[in-house]
Nanobody, 121 residues
Framework: QVQLVESGGGLAQPGGSLRLSCAASGFSFSTAPMAWFRRGAGTERELVARLNPSGGVTMYADSVKGRFTISRDNGKNMVYLQMNNLKPEDTDVYFC??????????????WGQGTQVTVSS
């Protein structure tokens, strides 16, 4: 059973940084593309960053490009999101998940609880 546990959220000032972590289990982590999402204003979560199994290929939403960095540690079954130069519009609940393929939005697991990020002065 896929389990995903996000952590690292909190309160940051505009221009500040946070590092989110996601502990994954219940599937073949080292062969799965991983992604970070945020709840967003619509009915579907917004995919903000994705990473291929080796960690060598990444893609970012335009809204976070140049500010966020996704990475992974396959030895620890962990995926991270380094968030720099945070903006108030980054305030949201952030989730990680495994993708069925790198270019797909189909997910391997259900959602975890997420971690709240609040950017405010």
């Amino acid at each position: 059973q896929v389990q995903l546990v996000e952590s690292g959220g909190g309160l940051a000032q505009p221009g500040g940084s946070l590092r989110l972590s996601c502990a994954a289990s219940g599937f073949s982590f080292s062969t799965a593309p991983m992604a970070w999402f945020r709840r967003g204003a619509g009915t579907e979560r917004e995919l903000v960053a994705r990473l291929n199994p080796s960690g060598g290929v990444t893609m970012y939403a335009d809204s976070v490009k140049g500010r966020f960095t996704i990475s992974r540690d396959n030895g620890k079954n962990m995926v991270y999101l380094q968030m720099n130069n945070l903006k108030p519009e980054d305030t949201d609940v952030y989730f990680c998940n495994a993708l069925k393929t790198f270019y797909s939005t189909r997910l391997l697991g259900s959602w975890g609880q997420g971690t709240q990020v609040t950017v405010s002065s």
